[in-house]
């Protein structure tokens, strides 16, 4: 093995996270012992998230170890030699190593040798006695494995290649904060028109502002230039006035605070397909995102069909077994959704008499549809208003998933609070929602907005803050 190189050995849960981590090393070394591959057989049946990435991690292995012998794989395999998607620059990786021989350490009486994880600990000391000139490193998701190699000697960290950002701190806000003299400083060289009932700025500035498109800019003081970015050429910008929803009413609903306003510029907006809303408990997101769905459906008939759906992860213990069809299966967790649908439709008020509900029920039953995740691949959504609640749930590749159902004239809107993600194996760095919001910022048909200020009651912003 080159000393210049580190050797990464990788556990079972990583491969299993992602199928894909063997190239994600660039040009170090990467060692799977014995164990990972039977733990690896032992995942690969059934139709979860686990089983799928451990079969794609079984076929990726196949091709490397194609045409192979004993010699060669004990040479090590050189990870250049795959030439599936999702890798870039091949010829820098390293190559991959096999546990080709049984590993004899000492480890403190308490590790039972009949563990995986002891033998994987093994694997990874022989390894570091073997080469004591390299950096030998145990890569896994497990913080007890990690504790037990930090006992045993053995370097350990965690996989930070699944890590969207170091901190959700750094996330995109969707808004940027204007000098109080911005319009002063650039009126006199500012093109103004007017396009189909909205007012357009073209400015040039000295330097490129880093902004994104579709990104709000709100001035510092509340009487100042606010706008939205529509074009970016370089130092050139094109401008575009925004639309005050705080004394326009969308489906009865007007905007009580400028990160709301900003939202439903981007929902009313028919140019922007994906919207991301981010935000603490009781900053609107929900009810907002409903009343742009029902306004485009009902009235403006712009879209078929309202379309909501959510993770279905529980936030203490599973109730078990919901009978019913798709649609009464899924009613129990689609609860937020209801309650603003209620409000918005105002069946939440008394003076309805049983004919006005059944009537505003049939309408709900013809134009809004509940959905389940777990039959969405394979489908194609055209026209459709789709809802998809409580995001943060969601991994990147559950992301991609959904997003790819979107077919012509379909728009989408993810809505999550990454303070509340109950899937035990995400965080808010690794989540498909902050994924999906970097990743997305840079698209002209995107948009996004962390909402801050809780609209829903005092006691509710008080516990967001305090609790």
């Known amino acids: 093995m080159d000393n210049t190189k ?3 050995v990788l556990d079972t849960n990583v491969l299993i996270h992602d199928p894909m981590a063997l190239f994600n090393f660039d040009e170090h070394d990467v060692y799977l012992p014995m164990t990972v591959l039977e733990e690896l057989d032992n995942h690969k049946k059934g139709m979860s998230e686990v089983a799928r990435n451990a079969r794609e991690a079984n076929r990726i292995l196949d091709q490397l170890i194609s045409g192979e012998n004993f010699d060669s794989i004990q040479q090590g395999i050189p990870l250049s030699k795959y030439a599936g998607p999702g890798t870039q620059d091949t010829d820098r990786l390293g190559k991959l190593f096999f546990e080709t021989e049984p590993q004899e350490m000492e480890l403190p009486p308490g590790l039972s040798s009949a563990k995986a994880d002891t033998r994987i600990l093994e694997a990874g000391l022989a390894l570091k006695e073997r080469h004591p000139d390299q950096d030998v490193t145990l890569v896994t998701k497990d913080i007890n494995m990690r504790i037990k190699a930090a006992a045993v000697g053995l370097h350990s960290e965690d996989y930070y290649n699944d890590r969207v950002l170091e901190d959700t701190d750094l996330l995109y806000t969707g808004w940027t904060r204007l000098p109080e003299d911005f319009y002063s400083q650039h009126a006199q060289d500012m093109e103004s028109w007017q396009e189909d009932g909205h007012t357009y700025y073209r400015l040039k500035l000295e330097e490129e502002p880093g902004w994104f498109p579709n990104e709000f800019l709100i001035s510092e003081n509340d009487a100042g230039f606010s706008a939205i970015v529509r074009e970016i050429n370089g130092t050139e910008v094109v401008l575009e006035y925004p639309d005050d929803y705080q004394s326009k ?33 009781g900053t609107g997101k929900t009810l907002l995102t409903l009343a742009a769905a029902l306004e485009q459906t009902l009235e403006e ?10 993770a279905t992860i529980p936030i203490a213990e599973d109730i078990g077994f919901l009978p019913g069809t798709e649609e009464e299966k899924m009613t129990p967790w689609m609860g937020a959704l209801l309650d603003n649908m209620e409000v918005l439709l105002g069946m939440d008020k008394g003076g309805h008499n049983q004919w006005q509900r059944q009537a505003t029920q049939d309408l709900l039953n013809d134009r809004v549809k509940i959905k389940s995740m777990n039959f969405m691949r394979g489908r194609t959504f055209v026209n459709k208003f789709i809802i998809i609640d ?78």
Not at 267 to 275: E, R, S
Not at 301 to 310: A, H, L, Q
Not at 401 to 415: E, N, Q, S
């Open 6 to 8: 580190r050797i990464f």
């Open 249 to 281: 009413a969308v489906w009865g609903i007007h905007a009580l605070n400028p990160e709301q306003n900003m939202a439903l510029n981007h929902l009313m907006n028919p140019d922007i397909d994906f919207v991301t809303l981010v935000g603490q408990a």
């Open 301 to 310: 008939n712009r879209f078929r069909e309202i379309i909501m759906t959510r």
């Open 390 to 467: 409580e995001a943060q749930n969601l991994t990147p590749k559950q992301m991609k998933t959904m997003i790819t159902r979107a077919g012509p004239g379909t728009k989408m809107v993810c809505l999550g609070n990454l303070a509340q993600i109950d899937t035990p194996y995400l965080t808010e760095t690794t989540s498909g929602l902050t994924y999906v919001v970097d990743r997305s910022k840079r698209w002209d048909h995107s948009a996004h907005v962390t909402l801050q200020k809780g609209e829903r009651s005092r006691l509710a912003e008080w516990a967001a803050e305090h609790l």
